[in-house]
């Protein structure tokens, strides 16, 4: 199995820009996660999906950053319109039946 | 509230000596699992701990959940450059699988 894919790995955009961060989870597995990692405030749950379905979406800053998840196998997250404080490495992980978390490679954000 | 506290922030060891991070949580945990990230990298499961006063082991890690299930904590024996890296705890939900997670803490090893 290949593994949680995201894409891009970086991205370095100027403020005021739509950023779109993109998934795709493990085959089979059931949840989706986003986090986000900043030095100072560590690893955030953004939102979480299961079947697709956002069961609970608090951890997302605010009405900039938005998720969705069309079908089993993509998700993407969505920033617009991107910030400076947004600077951050997104994750994305996926799961099955409340196990084990399996995070991708992460991606690194940088709004100048 | 949801928040795990993870002790100490960071630490630095001289190769061979041991090491140990704890986890506590006002409330009780239905389950905890930790995690390793390492340095430029994504975190990585470790290990899973349900039951109360449950010891698993894994090599040279040392992974215990508290009798009253509000803390936990991850001993390493004889620590290893190997070893370097963030370790986390999260708490996570038996029903919908939800994950939070601590701080972290961070170890340095020096050769």
């Known amino acids: 199995d290949a593994g949680v894919i995201q894409s891009p790995r970086h991205e370095v955009t100027e403020m005021g820009q739509e950023v779109t961060l993109r998934c795709k989870p493990i085959s089979g597995h059931n949840s989706l996660f986003w986090y986000r990692q900043t030095m100072m405030r560590g690893l955030e749950l953004l939102i979480y999906f299961n079947n697709n379905v956002p069961i609970d979406d608090s951890g997302m800053p605010e009405d900039r950053f938005s998720a969705k998840m069309p079908n089993a196998s993509f998700s993407t997250l969505k920033i617009q319109p991107s910030e400076p404080r947004d600077s951050a490495v997104y994750f994305c992980a996926s799961s099955f039946l409340a196990g084990e978390l399996f995070f991708g490679e992460g991606s690194r954000l940088t709004v100048l | 509230g949801q928040q795990v506290m993870q002790i100490p922030q960071y630490q630095h060891v001289q190769e061979g000596e041991d090491f140990t991070t704890y986890c506590n949580s006002s409330t009780t945990l239905s389950n905890i699992q930790w995690y390793k990230q390492r340095p430029g990298g994504h975190p990585v499961f470790l290990i899973q701990l349900v039951k109360s006063g449950e010891v698993k082991k894994q090599k040279r890690l040392t992974f215990q959940f508290g009798e009253a299930k509000k803390n936990s904590s991850l001993h390493i024996t004889a620590t290893q450059t190997t070893d370097v890296g963030t370790y986390f705890c999260?708490?996570?939900?038996?029903?919908?699988?939800?994950?939070?997670f601590g701080q972290g803490t961070t170890l340095q090893v020096k050769p």
């Open positions: 999260a708490r996570g939900s038996s029903n919908t699988g939800k994950l939070i």
